[in-house]
């Protein structure tokens, strides 16, 4: 259900609920004024846009959303994505991605998508995560230092070695006001935890530069020629067929990175509240969010852990909050833009130093890298460094394609064939079995994965016996590639004049057997038929000894 229908029917928005919710969306607003700016810039786009991102999928978001305390809006998450989509198609290629991506999130949760997040492992998503802070914490340098690298490139590496040059020609005044920054970002909260560090360093800085007039300090006016006031006209970004097919890969990449940044938020939002949210309606809120964004001047959003977790503790319970905040950005920038334009752009980028250094989750990455299985290392690393120094894209596919490859063969790697053998025979079977049947156990999904295993294995039973039973009580699935191999198995008994069935198969891989034709090419009705009635067909001889022989 849309989050804001249920808290309304729950109550949340009673008097008695209004005062604290007011209060966290007014925190949560200051919190997110300089993110949203820092944001905005590190993406390729003017800090207002960032502020119009905030108001519209903020606004949006606690709409139509199904978590009562996410709060939406421009994230570190993004920057990378963005700001490669902006430096090559322009910032109205940007809306239009974001605008697409916004369409895909809205379908992935009308077809109920959203629980296919949960499938991407944490060690994915931690390496990739931890990528990003890195190219945002290195992507701030100039900023923060004032540097004027002479040369840079379109790989990680390349900047790197342009900044690294650059850095002894670091700007004393710039670096100055930006360590003076960070020091209030981090120290701050230690003392004052209520206070929103952010502001207070954004607004020391802005201060300490507008006194002492320092010289080359780059400051949103010198930079951007300041904020305009108010919100933007409507703009529906141009989109011609040539343009969206050019886009269709950014808008995906859009779309998942905010799905799984979205869902994520709102299972610590889950966590925090114990309550519990709907991911598909979530998907379908933060479509909505995506699709208005753009037309009214923004970009890309998702939901912000970092904020949410402000609003929880600031005593927020129902999408008010969420809405409140959103109206306090619309507020200061139609009353207040004029006086942003003597930000200086180094307080940004040190509210961005530590806004990596949350996101890498290094504690995290580090107890991974001590304690996680050595395939779950292997993934991480190649995560992290293929975001670093490749890209997003491919480090996510990659990442994803490898969990699966390795979970297929764990999964491969459970399946066995074992021989049932004369003890066992005693307690399966009341009656004797003819001596000369043999009788295999299949234990774990026959799946393609499995099937090289499996049929190798089938390959080295005996050619000895008469007749042969697979009982498939333990196989909860197969697919057409396992039972191709089964197939071929029975082939190569029958051509040897061994009799073949198979028995116990619950209703949905009797019924594929069926219809794969296996049951009609060994003369057999039912697969799910008990070990009793597999020997009754193969008419058995009375008196004869019991005879298995175990794999």
């Given at each position: 259900?849309?989050?804001?229908?249920?808290?309304?029917?729950?109550?949340?928005?009673?008097?008695?609920?209004?005062?604290?919710?007011?209060?966290?969306?007014?925190?949560?607003?200051?919190?997110?004024?300089?993110?949203?700016?820092?944001?905005?810039?590190?993406?390729?786009?003017?800090?207002?846009?960032?502020?119009?991102?905030?108001?519209?999928?903020?606004?949006?978001?606690?709409?139509?959303?199904?978590?009562?305390?996410?709060?939406?809006?421009?994230?570190?998450?993004?920057?990378?994505?963005?700001?490669?989509?902006?430096?090559?198609?322009?910032?109205?290629?940007?809306?239009?991605?974001?605008?697409?991506?916004?369409?895909?999130?809205?379908?992935?949760?009308?077809?109920?998508?959203?629980?296919?997040?949960?499938?991407?492992?944490?060690?994915?998503?931690?390496?990739?995560?931890?990528?990003?802070?890195?190219?945002?914490?290195?992507?701030?340098?100039?900023?923060?230092?004032?540097?004027?690298?002479?040369?840079?490139?379109?790989?990680?590496?390349?900047?790197?070695?342009?900044?690294?040059?650059?850095?002894?020609?670091?700007?004393?005044?710039?670096?100055?006001?930006?360590?003076?920054?960070?020091?209030?970002?981090?120290?701050?909260?230690?003392?004052?935890?209520?206070?929103?560090?952010?502001?207070?360093?954004?607004?020391?800085?802005?201060?300490?530069?507008?006194?002492?007039?320092?010289?080359?300090?780059?400051?949103?006016?010198?930079?951007?020629?300041?904020?305009?006031?108010?919100?933007?006209?409507?703009?529906?970004?141009?989109?011609?067929?040539?343009?969206?097919?050019?886009?269709?890969?950014?808008?995906?990449?859009?779309?998942?990175?905010?799905?799984?940044?979205?869902?994520?938020?709102?299972?610590?939002?889950?966590?925090?509240?114990?309550?519990?949210?709907?991911?598909?309606?979530?998907?379908?809120?933060?479509?909505?969010?995506?699709?208005?964004?753009?037309?009214?001047?923004?970009?890309?959003?998702?939901?912000?852990?970092?904020?949410?977790?402000?609003?929880?503790?600031?005593?927020?319970?129902?999408?008010?909050?969420?809405?409140?905040?959103?109206?306090?950005?619309?507020?200061?920038?139609?009353?207040?833009?004029?006086?942003?334009?003597?930000?200086?752009?180094?307080?940004?980028?040190?509210?961005?130093?530590?806004?990596?250094?949350?996101?890498?989750?290094?504690?995290?990455?580090?107890?991974?890298?001590?304690?996680?299985?050595?395939?779950?290392?292997?993934?991480?690393?190649?995560?992290?460094?293929?975001?670093?120094?490749?890209?997003?894209?491919?480090?996510?596919?990659?990442?994803?394609?490898?969990?699966?490859?390795?979970?297929?063969?764990?999964?491969?790697?459970?399946?066995?064939?074992?021989?049932?053998?004369?003890?066992?025979?005693?307690?399966?079977?009341?009656?004797?079995?003819?001596?000369?049947?043999?009788?295999?156990?299949?234990?774990?999904?026959?799946?393609?994965?499995?099937?090289?295993?499996?049929?190798?294995?089938?390959?080295?039973?005996?050619?000895?016996?008469?007749?042969?039973?697979?009982?498939?009580?333990?196989?909860?699935?197969?697919?057409?590639?396992?039972?191709?191999?089964?197939?071929?198995?029975?082939?190569?008994?029958?051509?040897r004049h061994i009799e073949v069935r198979v028995c116990e198969a619950n209703p949905r891989v009797a019924h594929k057997l069926r219809e794969f034709g296996l049951l009609a090419r060994i003369g057999q009705q039912d697969a799910s038929i008990s070990v009793l009635d597999a020997l009754a067909e193969l008419a058995p001889q009375p008196g004869t000894q019991v005879q298995a022989e175990a794999s």
């Amino acid at each position: 259900m849309i989050a804001v229908l249920e808290s309304w029917r729950a109550g949340l928005f009673h008097r008695r609920h209004f005062t604290r919710n007011l209060g966290a969306g007014l925190v949560v607003g200051v919190v997110a004024l300089p993110l949203a700016m820092a944001f905005a810039i590190a993406s390729g786009a003017r800090p207002e846009q960032g502020i119009y991102t905030g108001i519209v999928a903020g606004l949006l978001a606690a709409l139509f959303g199904s978590s009562h305390v996410s709060i939406s809006g421009p994230t570190g998450a993004f920057i990378v994505i963005l700001a490669g989509i902006t430096a090559e198609y322009g910032f109205e290629g940007l809306q239009l991605a974001t605008l697409m991506a916004g369409l895909i999130l809205l379908a992935m949760g009308l077809v109920k998508l959203g629980g296919i997040i949960r499938f991407i492992p944490t060690p994915v998503i931690t390496g990739f995560t931890a990528g990003i802070a890195v190219i945002i914490w290195v992507g701030q340098w100039k900023d923060f230092f004032g540097l004027q690298p002479a040369a840079s490139g379109a790989h990680f590496h390349e900047k790197l070695g342009a900044l690294l040059a650059a850095l002894p020609e670091l700007h004393l005044p710039t670096t100055l006001l930006a360590v003076g920054a960070l020091a209030i970002v981090v120290l701050l909260p230690r003392f004052l935890r209520r206070i929103p560090s952010p502001l207070v360093a954004m607004l020391a800085v802005t201060a300490a530069q507008a006194y002492w007039q320092f010289d080359g300090v780059a400051t949103i006016g010198s930079a951007f020629g300041g904020i305009p006031s108010g919100l933007p006209a409507i703009h529906l970004p141009q989109a011609s067929f040539a343009r969206v097919l050019e886009l269709i890969g950014p808008a995906f990449t859009i779309a998942m990175l905010g799905a799984i940044e979205s869902l994520l938020c709102a299972v610590v939002a889950d966590g925090m509240t114990g309550s519990r949210h709907n991911p598909n309606q979530e998907l379908v809120g933060q479509g909505i969010a995506n699709i208005a964004a753009p037309i009214f001047g923004g970009f890309a959003a998702t939901g912000a852990i970092a904020r949410t977790a402000t609003n929880i503790r600031n005593g927020g319970d129902s999408p008010l909050a969420g809405i409140v905040h959103a109206l306090f950005l619309l507020a200061v920038i139609v009353s207040l833009a004029p006086l942003a334009a003597h930000i200086p752009l180094a307080a940004l980028a040190a509210i961005l130093f530590v806004v990596a250094w949350n996101m890498s989750e290094a504690r995290h990455f580090s107890d991974l890298l001590r304690h996680a299985p050595i395939n779950d290392k292997a993934l991480l690393l190649i995560t992290f460094l293929l975001t670093v120094f490749a890209d997003l894209v491919i480090a996510v596919n990659v990442g994803v394609l490898l969990a699966a490859l390795l979970f297929m063969k764990r999964m491969s790697e459970t399946v066995r064939i074992e021989g049932e053998t004369p003890d066992s025979l005693a307690a399966l079977c009341p009656v004797a079995v003819p001596s000369g049947v043999q009788i295999y156990t299949i234990d774990g999904p026959l799946f393609f994965g499995a099937a090289a295993t499996f049929e190798r294995t089938l390959a080295g039973l005996h050619d000895q016996a008469e007749a042969v039973i697979f009982r498939l009580g333990r196989v909860p699935f197969a697919d057409a590639t396992a039972m191709h191999a089964l197939d071929d198995v029975v082939r190569h008994f029958r051509q040897r004049h061994i009799e073949v069935r198979v028995c116990e198969a619950n209703p949905r891989v009797a019924h594929k057997l069926r219809e794969f034709g296996l049951l009609a090419r060994i003369g057999q009705q039912d697969a799910s038929i008990s070990v009793l009635d597999a020997l009754a067909e193969l008419a058995p001889q009375p008196g004869t000894q019991v005879q298995a022989e175990a794999s």
